[in-house]
Nanobody, 115 residues
Framework: QVQLVESGGGLVQPGGSLRLSCAASGSIFSMNSMGWYRQAPGKQRELVANILRGGDTNYADSVKGRFTISRDNAKNTVSLQMNNLKPEDTAVYFC?????????WGQGTQVTVSS
């Protein structure tokens, strides 16, 4: 069993920054990818960014140049640095891990961008 624990959400003004972190514990050997999805009210859950086993990264077009995903293998954590936040970034952000053939989700953390 794998547990994903997120931290770092909150309220920030437009143009501000937040950093999300996700710590994975349990049987995480052979992790294929780890990353972040988000879901805004009334919208489908969408990929924000992920990092693959070999280190390659993927970003949603809407966050390229503003968000950076990174991984600390020693601590089994993945972080998402979010800069120049916009109101449309408001959503619940979910940590995601794909390990062997199973997908795991964190409980979600709220990010609100508002003045």
């Amino acid at each position: 069993q794998v547990q994903l624990v997120e931290s770092g959400g909150g309220l920030v003004q437009p143009g501000g920054s937040l950093r999300l972190s996700c710590a994975a514990s349990g049987s995480i050997f052979s992790m294929n990818s780890m990353g972040w999805y988000r879901q805004a009210p009334g919208k489908q859950r969408e990929l924000v960014a992920n990092i693959l086993r070999g280190g390659d990264t993927n970003y949603a077009d809407s966050v390229k140049g503003r968000f950076t995903i990174s991984r600390d293998n020693a601590k089994n954590t993945v972080s998402l640095q979010m800069n120049n936040l916009k109101p449309e970034d408001t959503a619940v952000y979910f940590c995601h891990a794909y390990i062997m053939t199973t997908v795991y989700w964190g409980q979600g953390t709220q990010v609100t961008v508002s003045s």
